[in-house]
């Protein structure tokens, strides 16, 4: 199958597997051996007139109007890839709304995330609803080796991250706390003082520094591709966090707890002190890894829900 994805990045062309910004995006496309092609260029002359069976679209967060008879014009089948949590467009304006409705009306198909996003999709009008799953490409990169003794939070202390949440769940623990700096980061908090920000890095320098913590704790209740979740995994990094997000409950079935109870959180972290629970998470987080989330199995997942 011949596919090209479309979406508000400006890169042309296929992926190389050595990508310094690797996101799942573009691992989809590597597996894929993906054109992209940017919405922007989509009618341009510099396009050519090639040809595609499937065209998958991101339609842009800040900028859902998309007009998909446009990339019909290339692709024979053209899908909506979900981003974001399946309730973002709800924040447009009412105008903006209705256009990513009749956008999702208009793809033959809908891909999401998550099982647990299945039904909404299903539920607005969608004929066809398919989950594909998150992935990663760590070309040339290796799993932890060492084992260190900090946790990582999965975001900052913004209600899209659920950031002191984690923070409160890390303190647990009682190691160094660690945290990425998102593009949601707020400046007070470089003033709390248990809590150590990482620069913000390529997805490969984030993988290769993931691998230097024990734990990882992320209770963000806005659900989309868990990237976090199935990083961490890849290390076989124990992650506390909410069911509902598929990277989570396939990956980490030990630590995985309905969304908001912090109590249950906060237990199974004393729980992970534990060395005999510990090794058991992490045994069973790189079993189902490879079970499932490898680039192989990917693509034998690919093939199931689209049919080859």
């Known amino acids: 199958m011949k596919i090209a994805f479309f979406s508000e990045s400006q890169i042309i062309g296929k992926i190389p597997r050595d990508f310094p910004n690797a996101r799942t995006e573009y691992a989809w496309m590597m597996a894929l051996d993906a054109t992209h092609i940017p919405l922007a260029n989509v009618g341009h002359h510099s396009m050519g007139d090639p040809h595609y069976d499937l065209g998958i679209v991101i339609v842009p967060k800040t900028k859902p109007n998309v007009n998909l008879d446009n990339i019909r014009e290339y692709c024979d089948k053209v899908a909506v890839m979900q981003e974001g949590p399946h309730w973002y467009f709800q924040d447009y304006s009412v105008e903006q709304q209705f256009q990513y409705f009749n956008t999702l009306m208009d793809a033959d198909w809908v891909y999401c995330h998550n099982e647990s996003d299945v039904n909404y999709y299903l539920g607005l009008g969608c004929k066809d609803v398919r989950v594909m799953r998150s992935l990663m490409i760590p070309e040339g990169l290796v799993p932890r080796s060492e084992w260190g003794n900090g946790t990582i939070i999965g975001g900052n202390f913004v209600s899209w991250y659920g950031g002191f949440d984690s923070y409160i769940v890390a303190r647990e623990m009682g190691n160094s706390i ?131």
Not at 184 to 193: A, L, N, T, V, W
Not at 216 to 231: I, K, P
Not at 256 to 284: N, P, Q
């Open 178 to 308: 660690w945290a990425p700096s998102m593009g949601r980061k707020q400046d007070q908090e470089d003033m709390i003082e248990d809590i150590n920000y990482m620069a913000y890095m390529s997805w490969r320098e984030w993988i290769t520094a993931l691998g230097q913590f024990n734990i990882g704790v992320h209770l963000m209740r806005t659900h989309a591709a868990g990237t976090f979740a199935m990083n961490c995994a890849y290390h076989g990094i124990p992650c506390i966090g909410y069911y509902g997000l598929d990277t989570q409950e396939m990956l980490h079935p030990l630590t995985t707890i309905d969304v908001g109870d912090l109590d249950g959180a906060k237990e199974v972290a004393r729980k992970l002190r534990s060395d005999r629970f510990y090794d058991l998470c992490s045994d069973t987080i790189i079993k189902r890894f490879e079970q499932n989330y490898t680039e192989e199995k990917w693509k034998e997942n690919w093939e199931v829900i689209n049919g080859q």
